[in-house]
């Protein structure tokens, strides 16, 4: 039953997710950041309470806002220019956050409660917000649909063999403290499903891009034929940098989630849990492939 919903879940949200990245506006993508951001920070500062942590959360969501708001109004076709502005204003507001929150928690009667609260909102903000920005950033480069299109395939597919594979021959566990269930067959069948889609896309990505295009789903400039085409080398080597991140990502949540003693962040999707449980393994992925793009460009 629970691997039904799971996949029911993702049968519906997958072609969702897909005409968002593929099609939708920066701005209309920006809010829908905003949106799947809320709703992880609103997880994580939940998680944080088993911590004995009060969160700031009206301030959190109102900075969490507003950032997305400025990234919405803030955005450029030119990706030299957005990937400049982007750059400055993330590390201008990632330095911020821990003075502001701190700031608002000195208001508080109980202070000792002040320093663990501001940590918190400040971590969320590194730890959830900034990828999801970057996603949003990656749209505005050369090719960005195809790269999202790209970094979504190998997460999910890594992801889906190591459940799989771990579910049936996994022997061996990698991290028996923090998860449990993970196995070093699943991570290695992760990591080769990745390698296989890194190498399939590269293959395959300039037909792939046309049928987009021809579906009026992405346009000229969303295509992998607006990329100087890389070598397979780099792209295998891309896409291991990808899976090993996605999968420390998936580690990192999971440790979060025993110390706080649950299973899942929440009960938002059927069968994934909660909205952190299903992109854990994006935030750690998706600045690797924005650091990537942003140096692609700074050449």
Request: proline share 5%; aromatic share 12%; hydrophobic share 60%.
């Amino acid at each position: 039953m629970q691997l039904l919903k799971r996949i029911l879940t993702a049968v519906v949200l997958i072609p969702i997710v897909l005409a968002i990245i593929l099609r939708a506006p920066v701005p209309v993508l920006a809010v829908v950041a905003a949106i799947v951001a809320l709703v992880t920070v609103h997880e994580l500062l939940k998680l944080s309470e088993a911590y004995n942590i009060q969160p700031l959360r009206l301030p959190t969501y109102i900075f969490v806002a507003l950032f997305f708001l400025l990234l919405a109004v803030n955005h450029s076709d030119t990706p030299l220019l957005s990937t400049a502005t982007f750059t400055t204003s993330a590390l201008f507001v990632a330095a911020f956050a821990p003075f502001a929150f701190l700031t608002i928690a000195m208001k508080r009667q109980e202070l000792r409660t002040s320093f663990a609260a501001a940590m918190v909102s400040a971590f969320s903000f590194a730890y959830v917000v900034l990828p999801l920005a970057m996603l949003v950033q990656l749209r505005e480069q050369w090719a960005g649909a195809f790269l999202i299109l790209y970094l979504l395939c190998v997460v999910w597919a890594g992801d889906i063999f190591a459940y799989f594979v771990g579910k049936s021959i996994g022997r061996h566990l990698m991290s028996p403290r923090i998860s449990p269930k993970k196995t070093w067959e699943g991570a290695i069948a992760s990591l080769a499903a990745s390698l296989g889609i890194g190498w399939l896309l590269w293959t395959y990505a300039t037909p792939i891009s046309t049928w987009l295009l021809g579906h009026h789903l992405i346009q000229q400039r969303d295509g992998y034929f607006a990329l100087q085409s890389p070598e397979l080398g780099p792209i295998l080597l891309l896409s291991a940098a990808l899976n090993v991140a996605a999968q420390l990502g998936d580690l990192v949540e999971s440790l979060i989630k025993r110390g706080a003693n649950v299973k899942d962040s929440g009960a938002l999707l059927p069968g994934h849990g909660g909205m952190l449980d299903r992109i854990d393994a994006l935030l750690f992925a998706a600045p690797v492939l924005w650091f990537f793009a942003a140096w692609r460009v700074m050449q």
